[in-house]
């Protein structure tokens, strides 16, 4: 196939929030199509009818549409081959079986779970690989008769040939099965409802799928999905198994180790574009870029990333998931950020303060200050706690750290003088105010000094800068903060 070709798809089932297994998926399907001017196709399949709700699938449109991740046809912009979500495509699926009756490719089986559960026991009892009989592809028509009026409603199971069968994955290389192996298995339930491994065929066939790049816990489908092709005399499409997505602990990632579903990550204060540089990394390795500094290289734009981004680049093995990595990415990121859209950015984590007793410029100096050590925007609710409101909470712990010496109460009283004549309107003045202050308190070590005069106005041994921080105060606070502590 041409470049021209090319059409990906990601394929997830609504049955919860988009994952971070599947959503790297769908950026590597996207990366994949971008880079060579292709189609990323949405299609959602919600044949699980008890598992699947409306209000996952708009979780998927959500946290795709977050990633920046926009499909070229899916559910909710059409294309030339939907409909893009599979409990509307029945019909279809139903056309198809017939094809495969007709072919004798697949037939119908009316045995009941007790009995196939029966033949399985016996397997098991001799040691044997389970296989199913294949008793109900020889049934006489008077036996399909019997059974009917019985009630008894039979599935659609395909015939798996035997044989030695070899695909190349774009990333696993040669992958064999041996299909003796392997059972004749159903393709549409009794309910009429396609199963996984015959829908997933014939929408990738109907939508032209020219690559299917997915995770490796579907190497095992894909022999099933082969023949299924095979059977109905279409083109393979080609495979790429991208390796699990590992917890530090190297084992699957779940709960117990924090967010795993991406609109968690995004309401938490990670950046998306941040979080898709992380994404992008698991498992995928940039070539070098000379144009820019090691420390850096890294990071990358999601034009970038399309522009490197190439399947033979991606290990075979598996991602670890390093919760580190992707905070400092998140904390560089929000660094970089203009300050304006910084602010923009935290305005949700901020609902709690009365911004309007702050200018716009006077908010972004308090920005400036309390970022650097920002590791995910839901941080800065905490960070600017002390900008508003009178009075403060000092803690007992604080308290005893930087309030309980000796010297304390004079470095206070002595600093509420002070402070009648502070340039509150000029920072950098106050940062020369300060250190006449530090001069005027010798012998005590500035450090103490300091330490006592934050703990005062923000009930913190660390934080913002504190010529920002008295500034925007302002005398009226500062005086009330600094006796209340001296009161304490």
């Known amino acids: 196939m041409t470049f021209n070709d090319i059409r990906v798809r990601i394929a997830p089932s609504p049955s919860g929030n988009l994952h971070v297994g599947t959503a790297r998926t769908a950026l590597f399907n996207y990366l994949f199509a ?7 196709v949405l299609r959602i399949e919600d044949t699980d009818l008890e598992r699947s709700d409306e209000k996952y699938v708009q979780n998927i449109f959500d946290s795709l549409k977050a990633m920046g991740l926009d499909w070229d046809e899916g559910p909710d912009v059409g294309g030339d081959y939907g409909s893009y979500k599979q409990s509307e495509r029945l019909e279809l699926y139903k056309n198809y079986a017939e094809k495969l009756l007709e072919s004798g490719h697949a037939y119908y089986c009316y045995c009941t779970p007790e009995e196939l559960e029966a033949e399985k026991a016996l397997a098991q009892e001799e040691k044997k690989t389970y296989l199913y009989s294949k008793k109900c592809k020889k049934l006489s028509p008077e036996q399909v008769e019997n059974f009917r009026n019985e009630g008894r409603v039979p ?23 041996d299909t003796a ?31 299917i790049i997915r995770g490796e816990d579907h190497i095992s489908n894909t022999p099933r999905q082969i023949v299924i092709y095979e059977a109905l005399g279409a083109e393979i499409p080609q495979f790429a198994h991208l390796g699990m997505i590992l917890a530090p602990d190297r084992t699957k990632l779940s709960k117990r180790h924090g967010a795993t579903a991406v609109s968690e ?17 698991l498992g995928w390795t940039s070539p070098e870029r000379k144009d820019v500094e090691a420390s850096t290289s890294e990071i990358m734009s999601k034009d970038e990333l399309i522009k490197y981004f190439s399947l033979d680049r991606v290990s075979s093995s598996n991602a670890i998931f390093e919760f580190d990595k992707l905070n400092w990415m998140n904390g560089f990121y929000i660094r970089h950020l203009p300050t304006p859209e910084l602010f923009e950015r935290l305005k949700p984590y901020l609902q709690d303060y009365d911004l309007s007793i702050y200018s716009e410029e006077q908010i972004e100096t308090m920005i400036n200050a309390v970022k650097e050590p920002l590791v995910k925007l839901s941080e800065a ?3 600017v706690s002390y900008f508003f409101g009178n009075s403060i909470n000092i803690s007992g712990e604080i308290k005893e750290a930087a309030l309980s010496a000796e010297e304390t109460g004079d470095i206070l009283s002595e600093f509420a003088k002070f402070s009648e004549n502070i340039d509150y309107e000029n920072i950098e003045k106050i940062h020369e105010q300060l250190g006449e202050f530090r001069t005027q308190m010798k012998p005590l070590k ?21 010529g920002v921080v008295i500034s925007l105060l302002g005398k009226k606070k500062v005086l009330l903060r600094i006796n209340e502590a001296i009161n304490l």
């Open 34 to 40: 971008k880079h060579n001017n292709g189609k990323f």
């Open 381 to 383: 609710t905490d960070a």
């Open 446 to 466: 500035p450090k103490q000094v300091m330490w006592a005069i934050r703990a005062a106005l923000t009930g913190r041994t660390h934080g913002a800068d504190m």
């Open 181 to 211: 192996l392997m059972s004749d298995f159903v393709i549409v339930k009794s309910n009429g409802i396609p199963t996984y491994n015959f829908a997933v065929v014939v929408d990738d066939i109907e939508m032209k799928m020219s690559h």
């Open 155 to 177: 599935t659609i199971k395909f015939e798996m040939p035997v044989k030695h069968l070899i695909f190349k994955d774009l990333i696993k290389g040669n992958v064999e099965f």
């Open 265 to 281: 990550f995004i309401n938490e204060g990670y950046l998306p574009e941040a979080f898709v540089n992380f994404l992008a990394l």
